[in-house]
């Protein structure tokens, strides 16, 4: 998805923020305790993530670009088993920056 894409975020309130450097080795979030939801922008660079066991490398995972985002915003779903599965590595050849807001 695009950051140019409307985000309708109703009655979810935000509960934490954090920038995560992505780099050569593979980072987690931090995730809040009340977090249930997260919408996730990338900058400076492409990665690639996972969720669960395996973690992702500079070629294997769901590859972003740096510009496009991450959502897991959808009210009907709760995605906090997601988010502590959640893995990232830079897939180019400079850091990336996961810009990331929580809510819950």
Do not use: Q
Request: charged letters at 25%; hydrophobic letters at 45%; aromatic letters at 10%.
């Amino acid at each position: 998805m695009r950051r140019d894409t409307p985000l309708n975020l109703g009655a979810l309130t935000a509960v934490g923020y954090e920038d995560l450097v992505v780099g050569v080795d593979v980072v987690a979030l931090t995730v809040p305790p009340t977090a249930e939801y997260a919408f996730i922008a990338v900058d400076d660079e492409a990665i690639r993530w996972k969720t669960g066991d395996d973690d992702p490398t500079s070629s294997s995972g769901i590859p972003v670009v740096s510009g496009d985002y991450i959502n897991f915003m959808d009210p009907g779903f709760a995605f906090r088993a997601l988010l502590l599965g959640f893995k990232a590595i830079r897939s180019g050849d400079a850091d990336a920056t996961l810009r990331i807001e929580y809510y819950g």
